[in-house]
């Protein structure tokens, strides 16, 4: 059997497809722009579906594609009408629209009783609030509405004409009741929206359905073909990095940085849900895991590459081999707050403004490097702590993205937040969760455990040093105090 993964981004899709050996037999990545309307930018749904039957047809036309699953982006929906016609294309979950309604909800009902039935405090990325927008302020478009379809369940959709989504991304709405496993009625009902908008929750890795017989002809498919249904790309990259007991996470080393942590026991700490930490059902049944988010990583590393070193090289090969050849032993001495695109967890102060603490005239190009290391790293520590006292005790970490290429980085983060730091044979964490989503529903493998053993190969692993770990520590509790210290700087 073959095993057909996809990964849809807001504009970039990626496939894999792996045989039930689990070898990646096929690889493919297509990317697509925004959708442009009204001065507004949208995901651009059309475009994902036209690039994913593309990719489709070209595998079928050579390998045998035995089930598809799909991991997506959250809490961005399409709006449709009864006739399955798109009246609002997914806003991104930067989109301002909804953060009145958030404010009005929180005031309304408190963030306890909310997060005490979603897992989230209100917040204006949430499904529920950009939706509220639209009945506010695009009321017969509103009402035209017979369905709310986040990407992956609308794909689902659109391939099985089936209307199902997972309890992992049905969690991203923000109206999805995580105790009992439905969209909250409690809570819609407030608002006057039917839970009957929204596709019909289930398990993550339930068979959905067989692949329309029309479409399959379309994409040259002669085989029997199945939907498997996948999740957020967050559940999906932790199960594909392995991540199957408490006290595992996965750091995904991108533009951003975002830690999903493993746990085994819901937390109802109404404070978690403030600091931004959302509890989301994790598809290993009763476990949840949480997602620690860092704005500026890759994106702060690029920054200074780009706009302070203007890509010098000296005479390297290139600027991460001019400027590692540089870099000196042991911590910096440097402050790093690592805020350039405002703070995420745990302070939520998009206002936020980075910063370099105790810069002096012997200062190198490579002691800045590092420091934005250092800095991202503590502010991860930072964050692993206060998660800590909720449940979530962060032990192994395996690092996907970007970032997980660079073994002085993922060494300079087992140091500092002194955690075993492992790598995969491919970055792409979220394909292989959904390969072994598939290998599970088809009776192929008896548990994910079993199936992980099999399609998760792990590259390096870098251990903590305790003597480095130990000379990080000054520097760390200065850490601890910089973004109160700078706050009213900002």
Not at 124 to 132: N, P
Not at 304 to 310: A, F, G
Not at 319 to 337: H, N, Q, R, V
Request: glycine residues 10%; proline residues 2%; hydrophobic residues 35%.
């Amino acid at each position: 059997m073959n095993f057909l993964s996809f990964d849809v981004g807001t504009t970039c899709c990626k496939c894999q497809l792996f045989s039930d050996r689990g070898e990646i037999l096929e690889y493919y990545s297509e990317e697509y722009d925004f959708l442009r309307k009204d001065g507004e930018l949208y995901a651009d749904i059309n475009a994902v579906w036209r690039h994913l039957k593309s990719m489709i047809k070209k595998i079928a036309a050579s390998r045998k594609i035995s089930s598809v699953c799909i991991s997506s982006f959250g809490e961005s929906f399409v709006l449709l009408d009864e006739d399955d016609n798109i009246l609002f294309y997914p806003m991104l979950y930067t989109d301002p629209r909804g953060e009145e309604e958030a404010e009005e909800v929180l005031k309304e009902l408190g963030a306890e009783y909310i997060f005490s039935i979603t897992g989230v405090a209100p917040q204006s990325m949430y499904s529920l609030y950009k939706l509220l927008w639209i009945k506010k302020h695009e009321p017969e478009v509103f009402a035209k509405g017979k369905k709310v379809s986040l990407i992956c369940d609308y794909l689902g959709y659109l391939l099985t004409g089936k209307r199902v989504i997972d309890y992992g991304l049905a969690s991203r709405t923000g109206a999805f009741d995580i105790a009992n496993m439905k969209f909250s009625e409690e809570i819609l009902g407030k608002f006057g929206i039917s839970p009957s908008l929204f596709s019909a929750p289930q398990k993550t890795g339930s068979i959905v359905g067989e692949l329309k017989d029309d479409l399959k002809k379309e994409l040259g498919i002669e085989n029997s073909c199945i939907l498997v249904l996948g999740s957020h790309d967050q559940v999906c990259n932790a199960l594909g990095s392995g991540i199957l007991e408490a006290g595992d996470a996965v750091d995904g080393l991108g533009t951003v940085e975002c830690i999903n942590a493993v746990f085994d026991k819901r937390p109802t700490e109404v404070e978690m849900g403030i600091q931004g930490y959302s509890v989301v059902p994790y598809a290993v049944e009763g476990m949840y895991c949480t997602i620690i988010l860092n704005y500026s990583c890759g994106s702060t590393v690029n920054w200074y590459r780009k706009k302070i070193m203007h890509g010098y090289k000296g005479e390297e090969k290139d600027f991460f081999a001019y400027i590692e050849k540089g870099m000196s032993e042991g911590p910096t001495g440097i402050l790093l707050l690592p805020y350039f695109g405002g703070a995420a967890t745990p302070f939520q102060d998009i206002n936020a403004k980075g910063a370099f603490i105790g810069l002096t005239i012997q200062t190198t190009d490579s002691d800045l490097y590092k420091a934005i290391m250092e800095g991202t790293a503590m502010e991860m520590r930072y964050n692993a702590e206060v998660v800590k006292k909720y449940g979530a005790d962060i032990k192994k970490i395996t690092a996907t993205g970007g970032g997980a290429n660079s073994s002085l980085w993922l060494q300079l983060k087992a140091d500092i937040q002194n955690v075993e730091v492992k790598t995969l044979r491919s970055s792409e964490g979220g394909l292989c969760g959904c390969a072994i989503l598939q290998a599970v529903a088809a009776g192929e493998e008896s548990s994910f455990k079993a199936a992980a053993s099999k399609f998760v190969i792990y590259g390096n692993t870098y251990f903590p040093r305790e003597e480095v770990t130990s000379s990080y520590s000054d520097q760390y509790e200065k850490y601890k105090k910089l973004y109160k210290t700078l706050k009213e700087f900002n």
